[in-house]
Each structure stands twice: as structure tokens, then as C-alpha cells.
């Protein structure tokens, strides 16, 4: 890692602290926008979940539409690499497109959402164990008002979790902007839609940094499960922003209490960042710590 970032010793330390979650990106058969993308949609899936499984379970019974015949049904075909090599073959063959058969067909394979929500619920082993986030870039680009309202409702519906850093994206996902009141929102979509950003790094100087100059907070343990929570807790688990919300003063924060008596253990105690409970039996000390405490606040 020295080597690597530079010697970087605060850059390193945030490096050793990462979780990682597999996160598979597709792309969705709907075009959006002038330039006609297609909408970025990402299953999170918990770490708990072999690779192996995901592979097997998940990407190997995804399927694409290979062509559709005059007067037959789709030929859908599975995203294996032998199939998506023989699409980008096909296209060059009748669009004109240059470029390795493979990285043709990678750029040009696209999936149906419910296909993808369909496989996800079919197999028992990812229950409660995957988050749907969809790009909210490629979602604005879709009009309440035009043709695919109910498309953008239905990716809505279908997505956990939304990519953005917006400030109005973030409050209509939570039913705070275009609606009278949150609950309004909630009954239509059925779940808030809450929001979650990163930086999206292609570079190491990149890394951490938004380019608004803010941080995506989360109120959780850094694992799967404190991810997941947000979708539970909308409002109080996730804060995009410059400042860490609830930042307290540091002279009224009890980081830690250490105990000089030979009768007691001169390890030191560690209070959570949030909550702290001070469990025993009767008569066990809980009075006897917490009016220490005090006196050593205010004598």
C-alpha cells in the first residue's frame, strides 16, 4: 500500500477501513435523453453471499433479447460470454460496428427489470441479502408527463436506493419536494426511495472526495446490515453533506473512562459514539460509576 499510494499514511488508513460490497451494474432496456442511454441499475448484494453463488444464481439466469424474428417470439439467450460475443458479432455483421466481438456486445447487451427483479426473488438464498439502487442521472432524464411515466414509476418502485447527491433528487426521493406531505409519496411508490453517493473514483486522487465537497453519511455499522437499514430508517440513517450531522463538541463527549484503583482494571472503557447502556446487577457499581463520572466533570 506504501508503495502503492505514495506513502500517503491518512489515504492508507482510510484504505484499511473499506467494505466492500459486490455490486453488479446493468444496463436497463430503457433509452433515455437526447442521446438515447440507457438507465444504469445496480443490485448490491451482501458479502455474506459466496461470489460463487452470485455467478451461478444470479448472473448465469439473466437473459437479453438476442433478436426477434418477424412473427416469432424474442430470442432471449443468457449473458454468458459466448452469447453476448456472438451478439456483438451479429451487430457488426448488420449495423456496421467496429470493435473487438466482445466489447461490442457488452456495450449493446441491455436487461428487462422485472427479468432482473424476477431472479433476484426467485432464489431463496438472497432474501434480505440485496439492495436495487438506481442512477438518478438517467432517471430525471425520464418526464413524469411523457409516454414513460409508468416505466419511471415502475424502476422507482423496483429500486431500493437511489445514486444521488442532489438536493432535490435526495427530497423527492423522501417525499419532502412535489408532495404535500411524505406520506403522499408513500402511498404512491409504496417505499421512500432514499439516497446514497460516492465518488466515484477512476483515480487515486479521487478517492473520498465529492465534487461538491460533501460526504455521504451513515449511521450504522459498516457491514451489510447498517447498509441495509436505510431503507428502514430513511430520514434519520443518511445525511448527504459537508459536516458529520450530530457532530458534537469535543469538551462534551466522553470518548473514554479509565479507572486508577488497584482493585479495579486499568483497561479503558469505551463509550459508543451514539449510545452507551450500563447493564449489571444490583449493586454491582452502576451508581458508584456514574457519580465518579460526575465528579470528575464537575467537582
Known amino acids: 500500500l506504501n508503495t502503492l499510494f505514495n506513502n500517503d499514511t ?3 488508513d482510510k484504505i484499511k477501513h473499506i467494505f466492500v ?8 432496456n430503457h ?8 438507465i444504469d441499475f445496480h443490485v448490491i ?3 455474506e453471499i459466496p461470489i460463487e453463488l452470485i455467478e451461478e444464481n444470479f448472473i448465469k439466469k439473466l437473459e437479453f433479447v438476442f433478436d426477434t424474428p418477424i412473427g416469432n417470439s424474442a430470442d432471449k439467450r443468457s449473458i454468458s460470454p459466448m452469447n453476448i460475443k456472438l451478439f456483438g458479432e451479429k451487430l457488426k455483421r448488420e449495423q456496421g460496428f467496429d470493435g473487438d466481438d466482445l466489447v461490442v456486445g457488452y456495450k449493446h447487451v ?9 431472479v433476484l426473488q426467485g432464489i431463496s438464498d438472497f432474501k434480505d441479502k440485496y439492495l436495487t ?3 438518478d442521472d438517467n432517471l430525471g432524464m425520464i418526464p413524469w408527463n411523457g409516454r414513460d411515466h409508468n416505466i419511471r414509476k415502475t424502476i422507482v418502485k423496483r429500486s431500493n436506493l437511489q445514486f444521488s447527491n442532489n438536493k432535490s433528487n435526495i427530497e423527492w426521493g423522501l ?18 426511495l432514499p439516497s446514497i453517493t460516492g465518488s466515484d473514483a477512476h483515480t487515486y486522487d479521487k478517492m473520498f472526495i465529492l465534487d461538491n465537497g460533501q ?3 451513515v449511521k450504522a455499522n459498516a457491514n451489510f446490515e447498517g447498509l441495509r437499514q436505510i431503507i428502514f430508517e430513511p430520514f434519520e440513517r443518511v445525511k448527504i453533506q459537508t459536516t458529520k450531522p450530530e457532530e458534537k463538541n469535543g469538551d462534551k463527549v466522553i470518548d473514554r473512562i479509565e479507572i486508577k484503583d488497584p482493585n479495579f482494571s486499568s483497561e479503558p472503557i469505551y463509550f459508543s459514539e451514539n449510545l452507551t447502556c450500563i447493564i449489571g446487577g444490583k449493586s454491582t457499581g452502576k451508581s458508584l460509576l456514574l457519580r465518579e463520572i460526575a465528579k470528575t466533570i464537575d467537582k
Not at 31 to 38: D, I, P, T
Open 110 to 118: 441491455s436487461l428487462d427489470i422485472n427479468d432482473i427483479i424476477n
Open 215 to 217: 460526504h455521504c453519511w
Open 175 to 192: 417525499g419532502l419536494r412535489g408532495y404535500k406531505t411524505p406520506e403522499e409519496f408513500l402511498v404512491e411508490f409504496g417505499h421512500y
Open 45 to 47: 448484494f451482501s458479502d
Open 133 to 135: 439502487v438506481v442512477d
Open 21 to 28: 460490497f459486490p455490486n453488479i451494474e446493468m444496463r436497463l
Open 31 to 38: 433509452f433515455v435523453g437526447r442521446n438515447s442511454e440507457n
Open 10 to 12: 491518512e489515504l492508507i
